[in-house]
Every structure is written in C-alpha cells, then in structure tokens.
C-alpha cells in the first residue's frame, strides 16, 4: 500500500499529504514507506534528464495563474472567483493544520485515515480537476453509502457542461458554477468526518470502560479455618 500511495504523490504532489497524515495517526511504516516510494520514483527523471527538469517545474509553478480555469475545485480557486485569494490561502492553511492535529490527536483507524486525507489533498491542491474524483473511491468504498454520499454521488454524475455558467452570466453563477463537483466533494467530506469523528468517539468510549481486576484469573475455594 505504501507504494502505492508513494507512486501516486510522485505523479501528483498535492497528495504527498496523504503519508504525512498516515504518520500523524496510527500507519507510520506505510507512511514511511510512501515517502521512501515517492522520492525514489521522483528520482527517477532526475537522473534522467537532470535537475533543469524539475527547476522548469518549480518555475511553472510560481508563475501558475490559473486557478480559476473551469473545473478547478480547490479551495484557492473557489476563492479566487470570488475576489478574495488570500481567504482561501488562509483557510486551506486552516484545513491542512485541522486535519494533522486531529488525526494526530484521536489516531482514527488507517483507512479513515486516508479517505481523510485525500479528502484534504483534493481540497487543498493548488488544482482539482473533475477526473481527481476517481481519488474518492476508496472513501466510497470504505464507509456505507448514507444519505449524502448518495446525494454526492448523483451530482457527480451530472455532466459538468450542462452546469457551467454561460459566458454572459452573471457574477455569482460565475462564482457559483464555474466548479461544480467542489459540492459534492464537500458532501462526501462532511460524511467522512461524522463517521470518523463517530467511530473514534466510539473507541474512546469503550476504552474508558473500567475492566474488572479479577477478569481472566482463575479462583480457588479457601480452607475454613475451622474445619
């Protein structure tokens, strides 16, 4: 699973979340791993082509201007329609710390783990195209299906055509609409974190159960003294 995981990040780096919140909970040799995995993988144009491959990358990446192309459903591109770049800056910043410190503080079980932190990869990615919701079928396949997944699920399956705004539309359709699957993403984290936040206060609960001092010993008869 580990390198899985680190294939991954090495094709698409905003997933390099996915080991670090692994190592935050409870999956430290599959955290360990993925990184191992994703930076021998990354090695590998490295030693092909040499460093200007990925110092081209690193240049492209600072002068990146498109988060508001359609489709994208990043937190930084939402905001971005709207005017207001540094607001989403702050709250993906918000998102990330949120996320470590809970995983690191309530240790949910690895595959909550990861279906929250592709859930938070997606989200806090510079770009989330619509095909990155391929991503989401573990989170779909490890949980039942509840009434939001199922509503998450139907609007995934709307074309994203028929849902962008017109090029004469008005501002809050542009804002709105520009990227449509952000809400069922939204829907589907929403539903992953009450059944993660669920389940761990489940395990809290039953580990505060007192356990009996003399479970599992065996007792002998005493002698009456009198006898």
């Known amino acids: ?3 899985a995981i680190g294939i991954i990040c090495a094709i698409k780096p905003p997933f390099l979340i996915w080991p670090v919140l692994l190592l935050a909970g409870r999956s430290k040799k599959t955290g360990f791993t993925a990184i191992a995995a994703a930076l021998g993988f990354s090695a590998i144009p490295l030693a092909l082509q040499g460093p200007l491959l990925y110092q081209q990358w690193i240049a492209a990446c600072r002068n990146f ?11 930084l591109a939402m905001f971005s329609r709207a005017g207001i770049p ?9 998102m990330l710390l949120a996320a470590l410190i809970w995983i690191f503080l309530a240790k949910p079980d690895p595959l909550a783990t990861s279906e929250i932190a592709i859930l938070v990869s997606i989200f806090t990615g510079p770009i989330t195209w619509i095909g990155y919701t391929i991503m989401l079928i573990p989170a779909l396949y490890g949980k039942s299906m509840d009434t939001l997944t199922r509503i998450a699920c139907v609007l995934l399956c709307i074309p994203v055509w028929i849902v962008l705004p017109r090029p004469a539309g008005s501002r ?3 804002i709105l609409l520009t990227a449509p699957n ?3 993403l939204a829907l589907i984290a929403m539903s992953v974190m009450y059944v993660a936040v669920k389940n761990s206060a489940a395990l809290a ?22 006898s």
């Open 86 to 94: 540094g607001s989403g800056l702050a709250f993906t910043i918000l």
């Open 205 to 226: 609960d039953a580990a505060a159960i007192p356990k009996p001092l003399d479970a599992g010993r065996k007792t002998t008869p005493q002698r009456n003294p009198q």
């Open 182 to 184: 952000f809400y069922p």
């Open 172 to 174: 809050i359709s542009y």
């Open 65 to 75: 201007n498109g988060y508001e192309l359609e489709g994208n459903s990043s937190l």
């Open 1 to 3: 699973a580990g390198v």
